[in-house]
């Protein structure tokens, strides 16, 4: 997957044109929210990735049962999640590391790594299914092809 940055501003002081703190932070929850337009779940979905932050776990939830199928490790304080469109795939974004894990849905096991840069929150697929966008702490927005 090709990948580029795209700034949105920070979260501190003002910048070089003297735009306020207030704006930039008003513009990244904008962007927050466009993103979660794009986050709509399949109606007929039977499965939950819930992160789990401090135990560095996702819980494997099967949604008609409401119980855990199984648990997979090997994040670094998991948390957003995302699936694909065809939903052969969950994203999890890394707060500790500034990585996006790929599971593969069908075997629950991660099957790429993929760096983000420092503290990636939320994660949603683009509504074709050839990108992804991931919203960083420093008011970043990654975009992954």
Same mark, same amino acid.
């Given at each position: ?17 003297g ?37 560095? #776990? %996702?819980?494997?939830? &099967?949604?008609?049962?409401? *119980?855990? !199928?199984? @648990? /997979? $490790?090997?994040?670094?304080? =998991?948390? +957003? ?17 500034? #990585? %996006?894990?790929?599971? &593969?849905?069908?075997?629950? *096991?991660? !099957?790429? @790594? /993929? $760096?983000?840069?420092?503290? =990636?929150? +939320?994660?949603?697929a ?19 092809n």
């Amino acid at each position: 997957m090709k990948s580029t940055i795209t700034n949105i501003g920070s979260h501190s002081g003002t910048n070089n044109h003297g735009t306020s703190m207030f704006l930039k932070t008003i513009r990244s929850i904008a962007v927050v929210l466009l993103l979660a337009l794009f986050m709509l779940a399949d109606a007929d979905a039977q499965t939950a990735y819930i992160p789990n932050y401090w135990s560095n #776990t %996702v819980s494997v939830i &099967n949604v008609a049962t409401n *119980t855990v !199928t199984t @648990t /997979i $490790s090997g994040f670094s304080y =998991p948390k +957003g999640v995302c699936g694909s469109i065809d939903g052969s795939k969950a994203y999890i974004t890394n707060y500790g590391n500034g #990585t %996006v894990s790929v599971i &593969n849905t069908a075997s629950n *096991t991660i !099957t790429a @790594t /993929i $760096s983000v840069g420092s503290y =990636p929150l +939320g994660i949603c697929a683009s509504p074709d299914g050839t990108k992804l966008y991931v919203v960083n702490k420093s008011g970043t927005v990654k975009i992954i092809n």
